[in-house]
């Protein structure tokens, strides 16, 4: 891809976009309350037709609250195993950053870093932060407990029955977490969205991985609509996604109409 193909861009941009951030410059309108954002997720970008978890395709039903929580509808529908060690996290769906807000540069900043610091205080009071945190492109709807056991885990290429989650094609061993291959490029865009945007850091090998995903796992069309559906809520557009070749082999299973 064009796009992609620029990687020794990478480091000069993620210089350049911290000390930015760092110094304070003015970040665009976002919502500045954790709740607003998963609930302008879900009324939003995860309307009835698309309400299907990100990893492994079950559906839920909205509560139609005002902080965008919901119910999985039926586990065994969706073939999803929590294992003997299931927890009630297994029946909701939880709104997660692909990103982890740890790995963000935000974790660095005086907000959430300093003596009186933390993340909640990042996205109480600083406009940076919010972006970063509240950005609608890094959210996507999980299976609490898949939300749990993955927490801050990075994304890797894992063998085969690293883990068993029943038919959901997802690995999590060792601090490392696998997505199915129906998603791992639509991962990867995210990641080189939020590298352009915010200067997350992308390790080299990983970087190398992304750029196989994303060759592997082309752009679906609830991925493109997605991306508009984004851009028409926030005015953010992910190049990655926006104005590339759109190919229903990207698609999950449960994303095909």
């Not at 969706?78 to 997660?96: H, V």
């Not at 406009?127 to 959210?139: E, R, S």
């Not at 490029?185 to 200067?199: K, S």
Request: aromatic letters at 10%; charged letters at 25%.
């Amino acid at each position: 891809m064009r796009r992609i193909n620029g990687l020794n861009r990478r480091r000069k941009i993620q210089t350049i976009l911290s000390a930015a951030l760092l110094a304070g410059s003015t970040a665009p309108a976002f919502s500045q309350d954790w709740a607003d954002i998963k609930n302008e997720a879900d009324d939003v970008i995860y309307t009835s037709e698309n309400r299907s978890t990100f990893y492994c395709g079950c559906s839920y039903t909205s509560h139609e609250d005002s902080d965008g929580s919901g119910s999985i509808n039926d586990l065994d529908a969706c073939g999803y195993d929590g294992g003997n060690n299931a927890s009630s996290r297994a029946q909701r769906i939880e709104w997660e950053h692909i990103v982890p807000a740890s790995l963000m540069p935000v974790r660095q900043w005086a907000c959430w870093a300093g003596p009186d610091g933390s993340r909640g205080r990042c996205e109480r009071e600083n406009a940076n932060a919010q972006a970063m945190i509240f950005d609608l492109h890094n959210l996507a709807p999980s299976i609490g407990q898949v939300n749990q056991r993955r927490s801050n885990d990075r994304y890797a290429d894992l063998p085969d029955e690293t883990s068993n989650f029943g038919s959901c094609q997802i690995e999590d061993d060792r601090g490392l977490f696998e997505p199915p291959p129906c998603h791992r490029g639509d991962v990867a865009r995210v990641w080189f969205y939020m590298n352009d945007t915010y200067g997350v850091l992308i390790p080299d090998e990983e970087w190398n991985m992304f750029v196989e995903w994303s060759a592997s796992d082309p752009i679906s069309p609830w991925e493109a609509e997605r991306e508009d559906r984004i851009f028409a809520a926030s005015g953010r557009r992910n190049p990655y996604v926006y104005g590339g070749g759109v190919d229903d082999a990207g698609s999950c299973e449960w994303e095909r109409k």
